[in-house]
């Protein structure tokens, strides 16, 4: 399995600083919005970034700008913006940041700016920000562990389990694995949202729309060049755009209809059918053709002839339900490998083997190890170990795919906790006392011992394939949890460098909201399945859009009936290169004969570039238009 090398992922992290820093430094851009800004034109594009609301002129006892905008009051519901704490004497920052509603984190453990400038001194601020980047950094990494080692893996075995396609099993798992965090942030952004506001929700969706299907996409054809499935590449952005007309239509009528919001979730599950039904027809009316000794089947008969005349070998057609090729063949490797371990008579035991595995240190490589391997080595060990100790593993490429009867019976009971603790359920308690924690760890211990007497050390149990769905699930979770976190230490860092809502939310926090679909998709492309993450580049925010619009809106207008929105330019804007975005695939890859070329790639992260200069150039009012 390919990793990300340590150098890679350093470069990807100093190109963020210096991102901020040219945009700090930049003359052309304001990265301070003044007081006469208008407070429509203040909507931050992300997900995770919480409601940023421009204050308004209140009577209110507390501190005040000169311009009657109070910075924060006497109560701790305050409506200052957070990027007010420069405007404030310094001594007075910590308070100001405790005090002020936007400063505090919705999602997440640790409130960054709080962190900033309370634990340190004024003159000691860059050394929190020191501090606050190799702890970023530590999690980037770590969402590129999850991703790679423990994600993907639980993927492919419940592809196999359930007879999934690639296309299958991308419009489904792994969209959810991506477009969690960016549901529940949706839900939690329309919820808190003020006055309408819920155009943050909208601009957020697209723009994360438009970072996937531009620069993921890209990158992945970039990376993996490959033939595009006809049909499942169409449906797929036809659905799209038919989405994305829909929402831009609720948006041009500024109000959303309960009928209008549940039809959102319809039409995704309406989507999904006709993957699943699509695929189901095709399957039985299909006749299969003959190149050589390999069957091909009329499906993917195109590619697949491709991929046979390049390779000579049928193992990597992405047509059949994922790793089924390496059934026969890693239950040989197994049978060597085990009667290796008969023969040697110097065999670890279970708890030996128990140690190794928890091991969070490459120890068989470490002797060649240059001085930086070994220092990423070092640096990204606890997160290994958390990962390894909550984390099942399925992997048919290891050896009795990677069965250890102490640990997967261990990860039963801690994987079960941490899910609990990360999600908060856990913190809940029933009745009045007995904590949910506790309950999950009593049924934890319950499962952990269960699997331990009716296992065995040297085989896996028939229900090993199990551990795939409990993997995947804890495995959501973590990059569900260490997303969260990055994206709040962006938000930090866009504070202390005054950095303007909309070039914070269309850069840094833009990406770090897909930095899961980037690594997720990416990663698969690199393992060799091109094609499962091009499926996830459509299917994944096509779940977030119809999903992340419907499911809340769904929940306010029955509290409350029609929803009024309040939209800004931005939205329309950042609609109109979503859909710029996807028609550009949909006439592109079928002029080219659905090959997914560098070219093609190359292309889409240009138009990216152009998307980020026009957004920019709105948000300055360079480019301003009447959308009343």
């Not at 970034?49 to 308004?56: D, E, M, N, P, T």
């Not at 499935?229 to 038919?242: E, G, K, S, T």
Request: aromatic share 12%; net charge negative.
């Amino acid at each position: 399995m390919k990793r990300f090398s340590p150098l890679s992922i350093v470069l990807l992290a100093l190109s963020s600083v210096i991102v901020v820093l040219l945009t700090v430094l930049k003359k052309g851009v304001p990265i301070v919005a003044s007081v006469d800004s208008d407070p429509e034109r203040l909507n931050v594009d992300s997900s995770v970034l919480r409601a940023l609301l421009w204050y308004s002129d209140t009577g209110a006892d507390g501190w005040t700008n000169g311009s009657g905008y109070s910075l924060f009051g006497n109560d701790s519901d305050s409506d200052a913006d957070c990027s007010d704490v420069h405007k404030v004497n310094k001594s007075m920052r910590c308070d100001f940041t405790k005090t002020t509603d936007d400063c505090s984190v919705d999602e997440g453990f640790v409130d960054y700016t709080v962190f900033a400038y309370c634990q340190f001194t004024p003159s000691l601020l860059p050394l929190a920000l020191v501090i606050l980047f190799i702890w970023w950094l530590f999690l980037f990494i770590g969402l590129a562990i999850t991703a790679d080692d423990y994600f993907c893996p639980a993927l492919t075995v419940i592809s196999k389990t359930l007879h999934l396609s690639h296309n299958i099993a991308g419009v489904t798992f792994l969209a959810f694995g991506n477009g969690a965090p960016d549901i529940f942030s949706a839900i939690a952004a329309i919820g808190n949202a003020k006055n309408g506001e819920a155009g943050l929700a909208f601009g957020a969706l697209f723009g994360a729309g438009v970072f996937v299907t531009a620069v993921v996409a890209g990158t992945i054809a970039i990376i993996h060049p490959f033939n595009a499935m006809q049909r499942p590449f169409l449906r797929d952005i036809v659905f799209y755009l038919a989405a994305v007309f829909w929402t831009f239509s609720v948006m041009w009528d500024k109000k959303i209809t309960k009928i209008e919001a549940i039809g959102f979730i319809l039409l995704y599950i309406v989507y999904v059918l006709v993957v699943v039904l699509g695929r189901y027809i095709y399957q039985r009316f299909k006749t299969p053709d003959v190149i050589g000794e390999i069957t091909v089947k009329n499906e993917d008969k195109d590619e697949t002839a491709s991929d046979v005349e390049e390779t000579g070998d049928s193992a990597g057609s992405e047509s059949k339900p994922l790793l089924s090729s390496l059934r026969s063949e890693t239950r040989g490797n197994v049978n060597i490998s085990t009667e290796s371990m008969e023969s040697s008579p110097e065999d670890p035991s279970p708890f030996q083997q128990f140690l190794y595995a928890i091991n969070p240190i490459d120890t068989e490589n470490w002797p060649e190890m240059n001085l930086i391997k070994k220092i990423y080595e070092v640096f990204k060990c606890p997160m290994v170990f958390l990962l390894v100790i909550t984390t099942p593993v399925v992997d048919y490429d290891e050896e009795l795919h990677k069965w250890n009867r102490y640990l997967n019976s261990l990860q039963l009971t801690t994987g079960l906790l941490f899910a609990s603790l990360a999600t908060k359920v856990g913190l809940n308690t029933i009745g009045s006392s007995f904590p949910v924690w506790a309950l999950v760890l009593i049924i934890g211990v319950a499962l952990s011992l269960l699997v331990f007497f009716t296992s065995k050390n040297d085989q896996q149990p028939k229900y090993h394939p199990l551990f795939a769905y409990v993997g995947f699930v804890v495995a959501v979770v973590w990059i569900y949890s260490v997303a969260n976190e990055v994206v709040n230490i962006l938000q930090t860092f866009g504070v202390v460098f005054s950095i303007s809502n909309a070039v914070l939310g269309l850069t840094l926090l833009a990406w770090g909201n897909s930095i899961g679909d980037l690594i997720a998709d990416t990663v698969m492309a690199r393992q060799g399945y091109p094609r499962i993450g091009i499926s996830a580049c459509f299917g994944g925010p096509l779940f977030n859009l119809l999903l992340g619009i419907g499911i809340p809106f769904t929940i306010a207008t029955i509290k409350k009936g029609d929803y009024e929105l309040s939209i800004t330019l931005e939205e329309y804007v950042l609609a109109g290169f979503l859909a710029l975005s996807l028609l550009t695939s949909l006439i592109v890859v079928p002029l080219s004969k659905f090959r997914m070329s560098r070219p093609y790639g190359i292309g889409l992260i240009v138009l990216y570039v152009i998307f980020l200069v026009v957004a920019l150039l709105t948000e300055s009012n360079v480019i301003t238009a009447d959308i009343n």
